[in-house]
């Protein structure tokens, strides 16, 4: 028996926070593309359950037509069962649930459906219910996968959103499917059964980098086989570019050109520039962000990049930008706060204005 994990759809989000309104418009229909594919491949896969372990939608104000247009895909897929734990996100109301679609009861106990030789447990439990590992009751002889939603935690006290490893070991489970971080993640969790969490299945904001997919698994003599498959239309990349070296702009377009070269154009990137660099470089970050923007569907820079400077060097300068730096220096601005400030400062000194 064939049977997918996934996780962390997020369907419905807003995304304007990372992309411009026309860009966050095309990536919420590409999540929900990507779902529409993912049942398709479950289909062409002869799979016979989907796993969603939480979060399938971002908020409570999605729309009731994206609510409504993931359970038909749903409903459409003959021959799939659909197990669904709503997660912290999941906030969005819901009706109208096919009758392929199994929903976790909020704040219930643990409900178990039988595929073959296979039970699946879930449980969505009350923000208070503490004893909700403890309760989770399986067979031995079958092979179990129970799902839940949130952190794990190496405890016995079950909290809200936390999931105790400790209290869940011994309790005959082959695979704990998981759903709340967005990153691909396995371990085992005793000497019978493993955890995982299959990562969401899009990268939404600059911090969701990584390949992203999701797990698809398969039952043989009673035991679990199964394998991370990337999925994501397109991927977050991070890359750090030290600009230690640098001493002018060219040097620094050159250094972050040469960190991005392999990363494909319709793929996101967030860029972080490292290092030390000394003020007469002229770092132009406007002018970098505009090169990123115009090779990547989209970009992010960071600077992370500190001063190479001895503010002794400038104690008998009297020039203005020996006293602009002296008054920043004796602030009570944190160091971090000062370099960018002397930076833009200097910057506007040399006629800077965002261009080269």
Not at 340 to 349: A, E, N, R, S
Request: net charge negative; with cysteine.
């Amino acid at each position: 028996m064939k049977i997918l994990h996934c996780a962390d759809v997020h369907l419905g989000s807003v995304l304007e926070a990372s992309l411009t309104q026309a860009r966050a418009k095309e990536r919420r229909n590409e999540l929900m593309l990507t779902f529409s594919e993912m049942i398709r491949f479950a289909e062409r896969e002869k799979v016979q359950a989907v796993i969603i372990a939480g979060d399938l939608f971002d908020a409570k104000d999605v729309p009731p037509r994206t609510v409504d247009h993931a359970f038909r895909l749903m409903e459409m897929a003959e021959g799939i069962t659909f197990f669904y734990l709503r997660g912290n996100h999941d906030e969005a109301p819901v009706s109208d649930v096919p009758a392929n679609v199994v929903v976790a009861p909020r704040g219930g106990d643990w409900i178990y459906y039988s595929l073959d030789d296979v039970t699946v447990a879930m449980c969505d439990p009350s923000e208070n219910d503490n004893s909700y590992p403890y309760r989770l009751k399986f067979d031995r002889d079958r092979t179990n996968i129970a799902v839940l939603h949130g952190q794990i935690v190496q405890s016995v006290q079950a909290e809200k959103d936390r999931i105790p490893l400790r209290a869940l070991r011994g309790q005959y489970i082959d695979y704990l499917a998981l759903g709340h971080l967005h990153t691909y993640q396995t371990d085992q969790l005793d000497d019978r059964g493993i955890y995982c969490y299959s990562g969401c299945l899009e990268g939404r904001g600059f911090d969701e980098c990584g390949t992203k997919g999701f797990v698809l698994l398969e039952t043989r003599g009673g035991k679990i086989e199964y394998e991370f498959i990337p999925f994501a239309k397109r991927t977050m990349h991070e890359v750090h570019a030290d600009l230690s070296q640098c001493e002018n702009m060219a040097q620094i377009e050159h250094a972050v050109l040469n960190n991005v070269a392999r990363i494909p154009k319709d793929d996101m990137v967030a860029v972080h520039l490292d290092g030390a660099v000394d003020l007469g470089t002229g770092m132009n970050l406007t002018y970098l962000e505009q090169m990123l923007k115009g090779r990547f569907y989209a970009a992010r820079l960071y600077d992370d990049t500190h001063l190479r400077m001895d503010p002794a060097d400038y104690a008998q300068d009297f020039s203005l930008r020996g006293t602009f730096i002296r008054e920043v220096m004796k602030s009570d601005l944190p160091e971090t706060e000062k370099q960018k400030i002397i930076m833009c400062g200097m910057d506007i000194l040399a006629g800077g204005e965002g261009a080269l």
